[in-house]
């Protein structure tokens, strides 16, 4: 027997059998022990001499104390401590299980399923503790362990007292780490005397990586390396590494990971509700749909704003007149502004604010409103100058950390345009445009309303006709039918705003075909915008978007910060399919998840 376990047999013979060594780590050795009183096996953990000399009998003691307090499921509980002849100890349950580390060396990364029910069972350990003012501090696989299909966190306390003891002397140049490098939060890595709670939720955010890719996010760095790269180095987003991983579920990881603990969920608590969520049957993360007040707002047009609409088509009576928009008013740090379906009533737009957790506006264009008295002939570049003020009001009376504008159609070419820089907005973060056009041919409603010149049936039913006769599918085409079933009911045949909207959109496409979507791409991107631009799964838009890709591959016509992930054709969909509040959330989330580990922004 080695010295230690000798000194730790005579030590506590009264009590407990120590039987043999069962582990070794940076802090302490574990024995295994039988429980004389109970008849039980236990766990007794040795702090090593030189931290326990530096840490101090009357500090482990007192913490060590507060945390045997907590009596939670999912909590490996303490069952005695003490010190003698210089050691210090404490007793746990002995758990016949694996640990977490253990199961990711025999399986890398594991089911997603699994990984969030661990992530669950340990998250609801850290609600409870937090809410009992204890912080882990030292969250890492080795100090999960599972008691059947259940996982139970241990050794709370011991980091605390680490730390403070940091704090008086020089704990450090033992070698001993305060924590662990590769789980360490930036501020914990930075030594900021102000860890709070959120510490944790990194933590839990590079264990969760760890079970979804097999690795940590800086594997095969030294300990002062990781510790460097936690402060100031992006994190590759899992759903890059491993597609598999649902887009929310990475969203949620990522957010766990932010830099800054005001950019992390904010405690555990509001990270287990969304882990619930996910593992609710019929419940999609981190969106789960509830019914909200939505609220029809209106954006005033002052004398600013008119002056910058253009002078040939102005009409006075709109200084002073309102754009309606719908807000959902939720309270959160991304604010979306959604374009939908042109010349349709504002109802469309319902789902996709009451799915969203993001504040999310959807204005309609000006002059488009149901029942409305008095119709303009707006060209597009006032309603891109109108959008944009739009945004830009809310924006500087919200203060989201991100601006996405979303758009579908029609109005994801509009989005677009509001990226490269038309309609001046000034704070547009994200674009995600689903269904844009790629060139005239696509251009299947705007075209033939574009070449109308009334509202007589003369006019109407040859152009109505077209559109409908350009479906791939009877979906599509009942779902076009019905579309413009609405937008003829709202306008009657008062028919010079849609021509005006109409002819806006095919222009450029009629100027230079392709080459308007390179041009709007190439001027968003420059201008340090995100783009994710989805398209349908047809013939036609899989040949548009295989050219983009060809033609970026041999001449970089993208520009150089084109990104892979920034073009989707979504399998196995139409049109309409795109606009679904399913799809639209989870494009979003990818898109956020690549604004949220790229951003400076705080």
């Avoid at 746990?92 to 399986?107: C, H, I, K, N, Q």
Wanted: glycine share 8%; net charge negative.
């Amino acid at each position: 027997m080695t010295g230690l376990l000798e000194r730790l047999t005579t030590i506590l013979a009264d009590r407990y059998r120590v039987e043999r060594e069962i582990g070794s780590g940076g802090m302490a050795t574990v024995y295994l022990a039988h429980d004389r009183r109970y008849g039980r096996e236990v766990a007794v953990k040795v702090l090593h001499p030189a931290l326990a000399s530096t840490l101090g009998t009357q500090r482990f003691l007192r913490e060590i104390e507060i945390a045997a307090r907590l009596v939670h499921p999912h909590i490996l509980s303490l069952l005695d401590s003490g010190e003698s002849d210089g050691l210090l100890y404490y007793v746990m349950p002995y758990v016949t299980g694996d640990s977490l580390r253990a199961r990711l060396r025999r399986e890398g990364e594991l089911p997603v399923e699994d990984a969030l029910r661990i992530l669950r069972d340990v998250v609801g350990a850290l609600a409870y503790a937090h809410g009992q003012g204890i912080i882990h501090r030292d969250i890492k696989p080795e100090n999960v362990l599972f008691v059947g299909a259940h996982a139970q966190l241990t050794d709370f306390g011991i980091a605390k007292a680490l730390h403070e003891a940091s704090a008086e002397s020089r704990l450090t140049a033992t070698g001993l780490a305060l924590g662990t490098p590769a789980y360490m939060a930036p501020e914990q890595a930075a030594g900021d005397s102000l860890v709070d709670h959120r510490s944790d939720l990194y933590s839990i955010g590079v264990l969760a990586y760890e079970m979804l890719v097999g690795a940590v996010p800086f594997a095969g760095q030294s300990a002062q390396q990781m510790m460097t790269s936690h402060l100031v180095r992006a994190i590759e987003p899992v759903v890059r590494i491993r597609s598999s991983v649902p887009v929310p579920v990475s969203a949620l990881v990522m957010r766990c990971l932010e830099k800054r603990p005001a950019d992390r969920w904010q405690s555990a608590d509001e990270l287990l509700r969304q882990l619930e969520a996910h593992l609710t049957p019929a419940t999609t993360l981190p969106n789960v749909a509830v019914e909200r007040e939505i609220e029809t707002c209106s954006f005033r047009l002052g004398e600013e704003v008119c002056r910058r609409l253009t002078r040939a088509s102005f009409d006075p009576r709109m200084i002073g007149d309102a754009m309606r928009y719908l807000d959902n008013g939720v309270e959160s740090d991304v604010l979306v502004c959604y374009i939908s379906r042109w010349g349709a009533d504002t109802t469309d737009r319902l789902p996709v604010l009451r799915a969203s957790r993001y504040r999310t506006i959807a204005p309609t264009l000006f002059g488009f409103e149901p029942g409305r008295q008095i119709r303009y002939a707006t060209p597009i570049e006032d309603h891109l100058t109108l959008i944009g003020a739009l945004v830009d009001d809310l924006a500087a009376r919200l203060h989201p950390r991100f601006v996405v504008l979303a758009g579908f159609s029609a109005g994801g070419d509009m989005v677009l345009r509001l990226g490269a820089g038309e309609g001046s907005a000034s704070r547009i973060d994200g674009c995600l445009s689903l269904g844009s056009n790629l060139g005239l041919e696509t251009c299947f409603v705007t075209k033939v309303l574009a070449q109308m010149n009334s509202g007589a049936d003369a006019d109407l039913l040859p152009a109505v006709n077209a559109a409908l006769g350009a479906t791939d599918t009877l979906n599509d085409w009942l779902s076009l039918g019905e579309y413009l079933v609405n937008i003829l009911h709202n306008f009657r045949r008062d028919v010079a705003p849609l021509v005006a909207f109409a002819r806006g959109i095919v222009a450029p496409f009629e100027r230079s075909g392709l080459e308007a979507f390179i041009g709007w791409y190439r001027s968003a991107t420059g201008a340090g915008r995100r783009l994710r631009c989805v398209f349908e799964d047809s013939a036609l838009y899989r040949d548009r978007v295989r050219e983009l890709q060809f033609r970026n591959v041999d001449h970089g016509v993208l520009g150089d910060r084109y990104e892979p992930e920034s073009l989707v054709v979504e399998p196995n969909t139409g049109h309409f399919d795109l606009e679904s509040s399913a799809m639209i959330d989870r494009h979003l989330e990818a898109l956020l998840t690549r604004l949220r580990t790229s951003s400076p922004r705080a």
